[in-house]
């Protein structure tokens, strides 16, 4: 199917109001997509959306009202460690696009570098360091493939998001977000690098997301939900059951901003 077949599809299972936030849930907030009054939609019937690769992630889009905006959220994503293609989030991000979405709202699970921000925190992303040196727009043939990346992380969106985290008594740190290919988790000589770059927190996901959506013109904001202290920063054993164990105590945090923030939206 192309983007417009998808389009035709979802809308013929959850109704033709347009979509206005699109949203990316990572690993264990999968959840959050419960809470949407609306149509789940199983990524296995639609085709071009990523398979369930990864688990904590919940494949479903699910299209409906949440805090009285029109979202659409995709429950899991596809990583590029699962098969090296760092575009494999383009096909849906563009059906949110053509379902009418002005803003994407990304989370994810991230390591922290910073002996302030513990397990449990929650980070706004205002900046990335793409560490893994890949791009999702290698091979578009069009000049829209040069795409600034000055103001990646909307300012008004991160202004709303602490706003949000201030009136529901939640510290929300800011900081900046790099991405490692994975799958591996890091070691403590690479965070310490990642660290003197600049890095707050780091993670495998999220970077090509946002440069998907600046290339489609959706203003974006990103969380993190720290799972976990990065390599050599504290004696925790990391593995991807800790990210799933560990990601329910910052998502419940997550989840409080996220829905004041889309109030503040109206």
């Known amino acids: 199917m192309d983007v417009h077949e998808l389009v035709a599809t ?47 992630h ?5 299209v409906g009202t949440l805090e009285g905006q029109q979202v659409a959220v995709l429950g899991g994503r596809a990583h590029y460690y699962e098969k090296g293609d760092p575009t494999a989030m383009r096909r849906p991000l ?8 002005e803003i994407l709202i990304v989370t994810n699970a ?39 990346m000055t103001e990646a992380y909307d300012a008004d969106l991160r ?13 929300l740190h800011d900081g900046v977000y790099a991405w490692y290919s994975g799958p591996s988790f890091e070691t403590p000589a690479e965070i310490r690098a990642i660290r003197m770059l600049g890095a707050d927190a780091v993670g495998m996901s999220t970077v090509p997301e946002v440069i998907l959506a600046r290339f489609l013109g959706l203003r974006t904001a990103a969380i993190s939900t ?23 105590i910052g998502a419940a945090r997550l989840e409080k901003v996220l829905r004041g923030a889309l109030r503040d939206l109206d």
Not at 226 to 248: F, L
């Open 58 to 62: 919940n494949p479903n889009l699910v």
């Open 10 to 56: 979802i809308r013929g299972r959850a109704g033709d109001a347009p979509v206005r936030i699109g949203m990316i849930l990572g690993s264990g907030l999968g959840h959050l997509a419960d809470a949407v009054d609306g149509t789940a939609i199983s990524y296995a019937d639609l085709p071009g959306f990523p398979h369930a690769g990864v688990s904590g």
């Open 94 to 101: 563009e059906v949110l696009k053509a379902l009418g979405a």
């Open 110 to 148: 991230a390591g922290s570098m910073r002996p302030d921000m513990p397990t449990g925190s929650i980070m706004c992303l205002n900046d990335h360091i793409n560490f893994s040196g890949l791009n999702p727009l290698i091979g578009e043939p069009t000049d829209n493939r040069f795409v600034p």
């Open 226 to 248: 720290i799972t976990n202290m990065a390599a050599g920063m504290s004696d925790e054993a990391i593995s991807h059951e800790h990210t799933k164990a560990m990601a329910p």
């Open 159 to 171: 202004r709303r998001l602490h706003a949000a985290a201030q009136a529901a008594d939640e510290t």
